[in-house]
């Protein structure tokens, strides 16, 4: 019988549904985790190809597939982004079902509407990651021969990467959230879960409860993990000195002691070393 | 001559309707370092940037032991190899640490093996003191230090001319000297150099051939005795007097 206090019916629903909800949490986090990743892909190969110089003059035949190739993804972009995506998962999944005859089935369906969407998103913020680099990157790239796709490789996109981590956990952390749009198509994720398991007993305050707490748990350890990801693709604060000349490391450290032969010896090296700065310094005054 | 390596005749470039360069013709040869000074907006970094193709020039031609560069069929990325350059701001990538900086031309570009690109490029480090600092990246690093390992970067891809714009410009007093000692070593062993400077006592004591700019134009060009100590052209005395009056 269903217990009449609130925690004794949260407990109650997580004994008597608990593998309902993990399995809902599964479907939710894959959903988001391999669509964002999609996504990512569709949106560098989409950022990348918007921001490919060309000469219209030098090669007019480049140029105009260019812009074609470049107007469709302008209008991917501006259609995805600009309607919902509870209306696109209604559109594609039962609309081509109707119109077209096309059964996508319900993952495939749920994994392309999210990552079509992220795609659009992750475009511009990609285009935005690489104009955010400086151009004297690009100009040190190609100054030692490096053409675009190798200067885009080595160059660019790591740093442009970088600098859009913080946006890729945000589509990431947004995904989670909005895969609960999906249950419209089906898809039996945490939201479409809860609901069910809610109206069973008629407890949606307690059942939301648990959804709200899962909803979070998930979203807080993605973005803590994405921080340190962030902090492991900076690197080490300190670098090490590689130096075979330990006098260089110890400089400022040795105290002088006469009876110690090495040291003497060490000196003269010194003093010879801090007289060809001395010249340095002077060449360049 | 045998021994030329870039010939630059009739160059134009136009920034919109603002001519920058009218008509400058010069020569580099094998083993010269020229250097060119001048006022700024006279159009040196611009010659120079043409040179390496990162302008495209709008007129007359720049040859490369003979070859147009800017001609078709002509590959802009595989003439850049030969043709290092070091810039004001360093432009080192900011991604990589120093070694990496200095491998990744030889192995991407020229695709030797990595084995022998870290040992170049170690050479080179070392060449330009900068060995101990391997591990760091460019943001770790002082201004001084950073121009010497954009040095050492543009050195292991073992150019046949190095392009030096303003290598010093960015740089406070006490990290000058560091750099310019650096390439002065490098003149010394014989490399091919082209510098855009303002340090007139560096030009004066390393180049072989110094190119006075003014206006897009080439006023004098000659030894660095001929235009430091008899200038020919009014413009050259005034602008060099200007200098030594600072």
Known sequence: MLP???????????????????????????????????????????GIVQTIPCDKEENPVKWGLLSVIKFILTAYVEIFRGTPMMVQAMFIYYGTAMVFNINMGMWTAAFFIVSINTGAYMAETVRGGILSIDPGQTEGAMAIGMNHFQTMIN??????????????????????????????????????????????????????????????????????????????????????????????????MHRYNPKDKNVSTNGDYRAQRAGNFNENQREGM | MDNNIIKVSHLQKFFGKNQVLKDVDFN????????????????????????????????????????????????????????????????????????????????????????EAEEKALFYLKKVGMDPYIKAKPRQLSGGQKQRVA????????????????????????????????????????????IVTHEMAFARDVSTHVVYMADGVICEEGSPEKIFEHPENERTAEFLKRFNER
């Open chain 1, 4 to 46: 009449s206090d609130f925690w004794g019916r949260i407990v109650f629903i997580l004994e008597e549904y608990g593998s309902s909800f993990l399995r809902g949490i599964g479907t939710t986090m894959l959903i988001a985790v391999v669509s964002t990743a999609i996504g990512c892909i569709i949106g560098f190969a989409v």
């Open chain 1, 155 to 252: 160059v660019i996109l790591p740093q442009a990467l970088r600098n859009i981590m913080p946006q890729i956990g945000n589509n990431l952390i947004i995904n989670i959230k909005d895969t609960s749009v999906l249950s419209v198509i089906g898809v039996m994720e945490l939201f479409y879960t809860t609901k069910g398991i809610a109206g069973a007993y008629y407890t949606y305050f307690e059942a939301f409860s648990i959804a709200m707490v899962f909803y979070f748990i998930m979203t807080f350890i993605c973005s803590r993990i994405l921080r340190v990801l962030e902090s492991r693709m900076d690197g080490p604060d300190n670098y090490e000195l590689v130096q075979t000349d330990a006098l260089v490391l110890g400089e400022g």
């Open chain 2, 28 to 115: 580099v040869n094998e083993g010269d370092v020229t250097t060119i000074i001048g006022a700024s907006g006279s159009g040196k970094s611009t010659l120079l940037r043409c040179i390496n193709l990162l302008e495209k020039p709008s007129g007359g031609e720049i040859l490369f032991h003979g070859k147009p560069i800017t001609g078709k069929g002509f590959d802009p990325c595989s003439y850049r190899a030969k043709v290092g350059m070091c810039f004001q701001s360093f432009n080192l990538f900011n991604n990589m640490t120093v070694i990496e900086n200095c491998m990744v031309g030889p192995v991407k570009v020229l695709k030797r093996p990595k084995a």
């Open chain 2, 151 to 194: 040095i050492a970067r543009a050195l292991a891809m073992e150019p046949e001319v190095l392009l030096f714009d303003e290598p010093t410009s960015a740089l406070d007093p006490q990290m000058v000297g560091e750099v310019l000692s650096v390439m002065r070593q490098l003149a010394k062993e014989g490399l091919t150099m082209i």
